[in-house]
């Protein structure tokens, strides 16, 4: 089972395809290094706020908020998670949300014909 170590201090698993095994796992610094882990340099202040809010979402409807409801939740352009991380799934893996498997094909891909 991977595993990212935290700042030397702590450890949290991760599944096959580096999605966290416990949501409560998640905070800042987690988000940080998997952000880190998925190739992007760091994350800002907004990225965080977004990240935030994703949770939040999250927890409220156990689904994706739309990416322009993110945008607008967090005061910023309409399509800040694409100008931000470039892909959804990205964002959904770093706010320590869960593996959502072959339903996670509709973010990248969009709905089947």
């Known amino acids: ?23 409560e796992d998640w905070d800042e610094d987690v988000a940080r290094a998997l952000a880190k882990r998925e190739g992007l340099k760091g ?7 977004m990240l935030r809010f994703m949770r939040s979402y999250y927890e409220k409807y156990r689904f994706f908020p739309i990416i322009r409801a993110v945008c607008k939740n967090v005061h910023k352009p309409k399509d800040c998670i694409t100008e931000s991380f470039i892909d959804p799934v990205i964002s959904w893996k770093v706010a320590g949300l869960p593996n959502l498997g072959e339903e996670m094909d509709i973010l990248e891909f969009g709905p089947p014909d």
Not at 3 to 16: C, Q, S, T, W
Not at 43 to 49: P, R, S, V
Request: proline share 3%; charged share 35%; net charge negative.
């Open 1 to 23: 089972m991977p595993e990212i170590e935290i700042g030397g201090i702590k450890k949290v698993a991760l599944d096959e395809d580096g999605y966290l095994l416990r949501y």
């Open 43 to 49: 994350l800002t202040t907004d990225m965080l706020d």
